[in-house]
Each structure stands twice: as structure tokens, then as C-alpha cells.
């Protein structure tokens, strides 16, 4: 997992300063910009607007890479295609750096789309049947709030109303609540929003949840007692039964020293409909194995920004990225997150949460 770490710093520090020097080059293409005869100024000219993205910064030094390596990729794909044209059709190079101009649109038009896919969340719906005899069960659940990020406290007690409203028979919070840098201010507001909903809330801890640093003004241990004081349920590693038709197991996150799957699983009543939920997916094999009918998983962000949540899932972190895995009659549902960390875009996937009507015999 740190290798992991390292390599996508790495990646974006390497990437964005490469995109930072290559745009440089790029705005010195544009006509007005290249008529200024003195070179100094005409190159300190074309400085100007990578400066100007570059002060996306002093927001957050991954958003501004983000948009940064965006719009060089889109500057290539337009000096390609422009390439490919003149050479099909003959014609030469004009004064105009038409491909720059496209390129420019290019990237507002995706960036706007990348934004609109972070910030607005989607309703994704699964249906299951089941030979158990548990009648129709109704599960919401999400992961990755990250307040503070696109959700502040009053944003997410309004997806809260949403999702209360379903009328589902729990909502599982699959970790990641809160942010590095979450405020204190946000979390309480949050905590109340659940604490107000008919639908009763279980949830599990994320990598996130009990803070990597130092800086945010509450710790793990006052996220808890928020959490217990509006009624939530938090699973460390627990099962609970409910409504005696079905099993919430509530995975300690792997991050921390934490139970065995074997432990959790193999005593429990089989007639039962078995939900597992787990902030990584990273046992969906064994969860298969050992009987669990549904496994509840985000920590991926659906990638995020793509294709960077393949990363994971080609070295065998994550057992998926985003959307459903079936391991046999095992039900694995990977969520992109009600919200995501740091990075105010989505590219390739979008913000939701997630809706499971699992629909049993009588």
C-alpha cells in the first residue's frame, strides 16, 4: 500500500511539473503571444496563465495537478489531431493555433463535467434475489463523505433527507466519514443529520476516519461519541441480527489490527441474509467462501480520477474498483463514494450512493 503511495506521488509530482513546462510551450504558440519580438517578454507572456492555474495551489496541491495534466492531455490530443488533418488534407500550418483554442474549450468542457460528476450524487440501484426465507429487505448505503470535500455539513444533511426518504429497512455507512482535514463544525452538523433520520444507521470505520494528522480540530475518539450520541451504530468488528432476518457484519478497517473473516462468519445462522461491510475490498474471495451473501465496500472512489484506481486493482490491493463483483451467489458492490478526498473532480465515475433491494421468498 505505501509503494502504492509513492508511486501516485510520484506519478502526479513527475506528471505535473512535465505539464507545467509543456503548456509553457503551448501558450507560446498562440499568434499574439509569438508577435511580441522581444523573446523574453513573449516567453514570460506564455508563463502567465500556467501561473494562473498553478495558484489553484494554494486550494490543493492535487487539484491543481489534476487540472494541470488535463489540459496538457488535451492540448496533445488536439496538436495530434491536428497533425493527422493537415497531413489528410494537404493544407498547411496556419498563423491561428486553432488546435490551442480547441484544446482550451476541450478542457473547460471536461473539468465542468468532472466537477458536475464530484459534486452532483447520483442514485444507483441493484436488485438480488435470494432462495433465503427473509421476505424483501431494503439496504441504502454509502462510503467516502470525506466532509468537507464537495459534502459540508448542511450538503450532506440534505443527501441524508434523500436517502431517509427510500425508506430502506438500514443505512450502512461503509467508511471514510470524515476527512484528514474535515472541521469540527461539519461533523457535528453531519452527526445530528443522522441522527434525525427514521432509518436506523450502522456503520464502519475507513482508513480515513480516525485521522493520519494531527491538524483537524477533533480526534477519532470525538468523531465516535458524535456518532453514538445521534444513534448511530458503530461495528468494530460486530454482528449484529436484524429484525431476525438478517446479519450486519461490520469489519474493523484493515488498516488496524482487526478481526479474522473466519471468526465473524462461520457461527453465524446461514438461513439469514449475511451483508458484510468492509471500507476496502480486499477479501471478496474468502467473503464467498465463507457464506456472505452481500459485501458492502468503497474506499476506491470508483477511481476517482481515471485511470488512477486501476493502480490498486492490477497490484491486487483492491479487489475491485467500482460497481458489482459477483464471486458466485456473493454480491460484491464497490461504491465510487457520496463524495471523494481532496480532489474536487471526478473523472470516468461519479458521486452516489447506493440503493440494494435484495428480494427473498415469504
Request: net charge negative; glycine share 10%; charged share 20%.
Amino acid at each position: 500500500m505505501r509503494f502504492l503511495w509513492i508511486l501516485f506521488i510520484g506519478f502526479m509530482g513527475i506528471g505535473g511539473l512535465a505539464a507545467i513546462i509543456y503548456l509553457v510551450t503551448r501558450f507560446h504558440k498562440f499568434s499574439f503571444i509569438k508577435k511580441i519580438k522581444n523573446r523574453f517578454l513573449s516567453w514570460l507572456l506564455a508563463c502567465v496563465p500556467v501561473l494562473l492555474m498553478a495558484s489553484v495551489v494554494f486550494y490543493e496541491k492535487f487539484t491543481m495537478i489534476v487540472i494541470m495534466l488535463h489540459c496538457a492531455l488535451c492540448f496533445i490530443l488536439c496538436d495530434i489531431g491536428s497533425a493527422i488533418y493537415r497531413r489528410k488534407t494537404g493544407k498547411e500550418k496556419g498563423s491561428k493555433y486553432i488546435a490551442g483554442i480547441v484544446a482550451l474549450i476541450a478542457t473547460a468542457v471536461v473539468l465542468t463535467g468532472a466537477w458536475f460528476c464530484a459534486y452532483h450524487i447520483f442514485r444507483t440501484h441493484y436488485e438480488f434475489n435470494t432462495v433465503k426465507n427473509v421476505g424483501n429487505i431494503r439496504v441504502a448505503m454509502f462510503a467516502d463523505s470525506h466532509l468537507g470535500v464537495t459534502l459540508n455539513g448542511r450538503r450532506f444533511a440534505e443527501q441524508m433527507e434523500r436517502i431517509d426518504a427510500e425508506g430502506a429497512d438500514v443505512l450502512i455507512i461503509a467508511g471514510d466519514f470524515v476527512d484528514d482535514d474535515a472541521k469540527r463544525e461539519d461533523l457535528e452538523t453531519a452527526c445530528e443529520a443522522l441522527g434525525r433520520m427514521k432509518t436506523p444507521v450502522y456503520y464502519v470505520y475507513g482508513n480515513h476516519d480516525r485521522g493520519y494528522y494531527q491538524y483537524r480540530d477533533f480526534d477519532g475518539a470525538y468523531l465516535a461519541k458524535c456518532l453514538k450520541d445521534n444513534g448511530v451504530t458503530i461495528l468494530q468488528d460486530d454482528v449484529v441480527l436484524v429484525d431476525d432476518r438478517f446479519y450486519i457484519v461490520g469489519r474493523e478497517d484493515r488498516s488496524w489490527e482487526r478481526a479474522e473473516l473466519t471468526q465473524l462468519l462461520e457461527g453465524l445462522d446461514h438461513s439469514k441474509y449475511i451483508i458484510t461491510a468492509d471500507h476496502q475490498p480486499g477479501e471478496f474471495a474468502k467473503e464467498e467462501e465463507l457464506g456472505a451473501d452481500l459485501v458492502l465496500s468503497g474506499h476506491t472512489h470508483g477511481g476517482h480520477v481515471w485511470p488512477s484506481g486501476y493502480f490498486g486493482y492490477w497490484f491486487g490491493v483492491n479487489d475491485g474498483i467500482w460497481g458489482l463483483y459477483d464471486h458466485g451467489d456473493t454480491h460484491c458492490i464497490v461504491t465510487s463514494g457520496i463524495s471523494g478526498w481532496a480532489i474536487p473532480f471526478k473523472t470516468g465515475t461519479y458521486s452516489e450512493y447506493v440503493i440494494i433491494d435484495i428480494h427473498g421468498t415469504a
